[in-house]
């Protein structure tokens, strides 16, 4: 796995980073960052970084941004969910697609094409970050085959790469 780069990093200003956390927030259910916060894009190998307040709490991935999975952990969301049942949990942790038969409980606002969080149905802690490939009605349903693309996964590059910013 090769290393994530960080590069062209650049302040927001305070109009820029207000409409990018009301539409992270109208996406997730829950406020997050606002220009009180110090926020700042990056480029990166594989998608554009939000720094807030040095920590990677969200990313644009083909323009749509969305909170990191440390992200989800500071700002608890509350929308664009899915649940996996607990035997799907080290398929999805090691990157691996969410399949229809693993879903228990899916937010029925999801329409493909959206990015979901994934989490357990025991601790409801965010495990992955993902595209969602159906809706929200069509993962509950169990559908055989792929439901959510995995984006981010706890142990992937980007999560890597805040462990090493966190011992700065």
Do not use: C
């Not at 956390?21 to 554009?48: H, L, N, R, Y």
């Not at 409801?124 to 559908?143: D, I, R, S, Y």
Request: hydrophobic share 40%; no cysteine.
């Amino acid at each position: 796995m090769s290393e994530l780069r960080v590069r062209k990093r650049k302040r927001l200003r305070e109009k820029e980073a207000n409409a990018l956390g009301a539409e992270i927030s109208s996406k997730v259910g829950v406020k997050v960052f606002t220009a009180e916060d110090t926020v700042d894009q990056a480029e990166s190998s594989d998608m554009d970084l939000i720094f807030v307040d040095g920590e990677v709490d969200a990313f644009m991935r083909d323009g749509k941004p969305f909170l990191t999975i440390r992200g989800l952990l500071r700002y608890p969301a509350t929308r664009s969910y899915v649940t996996v049942d607990m035997g799907a949990v080290r398929f999805v942790i090691n990157g691996a697609d969410i399949m229809g038969p693993g879903i228990v409980d899916a937010d029925q606002g999801i329409r493909a094409g959206d990015m979901v969080w994934v989490r357990d149905e025991r601790n409801l802690k965010p495990l992955a970050v993902g595209e969602a490939l159906v809706t929200g009605a069509e993962m509950k349903a169990k559908k055989p085959g792929k439901a959510v693309k995995s984006v981010l996964y706890v142990g992937d590059k980007l999560w890597k790469l805040e462990e090493e910013t966190e011992g700065d």
